[in-house]
């Protein structure tokens, strides 16, 4: 079992891990939840572990709702604005595509228009107070704020007006150009690395040869002690354990 000072491997094709507990503040439109967004290159799987709530979704295939509780397995791909509603006590193990991305930016909340700007996004999405120690007031204000846009882009579907949507992902785009060469890179280090690595391993026993099972191993890393103020709630992330490796001991 891989200990103290060895380092994790990459979790199985190199996904991203993270243990979310759906915010309960109240919303404007008498909803409880998270922040919806939508993420540009990776796709997204909840899996219920407790309570009850609903995913509400807005794509090119219309406002679509998809309740949740324990035991189901929702997922969604890129371009997929989503929004997790605690209906109760909602806990999900939510699994990313492309483990690293998320956190590299691949995600952009449905604010206003006005907000959607390289100048004004970062500011409108940042969590941390005045002296840079993340606060759940101003999780909550980006929350809103993220709220706000998504019913508006809703009102605008149901009037008919898809460009709306465009409109949003166009913005959405244009704020992430200036990362994509950095997500390239941790793809080709990780999910890609990962899928070259197994069809050698096919290649290597359609030869006869077997000596990589000889390198078998198991890990494990503890539910993560730190919180953080996640889009959709409080996540516990295994991700940036598993990078970091073991404390020394």
């Not at 991203?16 to 008498?30: Q, V």
């Not at 407790?50 to 995913?55: A, C, D, I, N, P």
């Not at 949740?68 to 997790?84: E, K, M, N, S, Y």
């Amino acid at each position: 079992m891989t200990g103290a000072g060895d380092g994790y491997p990459d979790f199985p094709g190199s996904v991203g891990l993270s243990h979310l507990t759906a915010y309960p503040w109240p919303t404007a439109d008498d909803e409880h939840g998270g922040s919806p967004h939508l993420h540009l290159a990776c796709a997204e799987c909840y899996v219920v572990v407790g309570g009850r709530g609903r995913l509400v979704t807005l794509s090119p295939a219309g406002i679509q709702e998809s309740t949740l509780q324990a035991g189901d397995v929702v997922w969604f791909t890129p371009g997929t604005i989503h929004r997790a509603v605690n209906d109760g006590e909602l806990r999900v193990v939510v699994v990313m595509q492309n483990g690293g991305l998320p956190e590299a930016g691949d995600a952009v909340m449905t604010f206003p228009a006005e907000h959607l700007t390289p100048g004004a996004y970062p500011a409108a999405a940042s969590v941390l107070d005045a002296r840079g120690r993340p606060d759940r007031n101003r999780a909550r204000a980006r929350r809103d704020l993220a709220v706000q846009g998504f019913l508006e882009l809703q009102r605008q579907w149901r009037q008919g007006n898809s460009g709306a949507l465009d409109d949003f992902y166009r913005a959405a785009a244009a704020l992430v150009r200036p990362r994509l060469e950095a997500w390239e890179k941790t793809v080709q280090e990780g999910a890609a690395a990962a899928a070259r690595t197994t069809l050698r391993q096919i290649d290597a026993l359609r030869a006869g040869d077997w000596a990589h099972l000889r390198h078998a191993e198991v890990s494990r890393i503890a539910e993560p002690p730190q919180q953080s103020l996640g889009m959709c709630g409080f996540l516990r992330a295994y991700d940036p354990i598993r990078r970091a490796g073991p404390p020394d001991t």
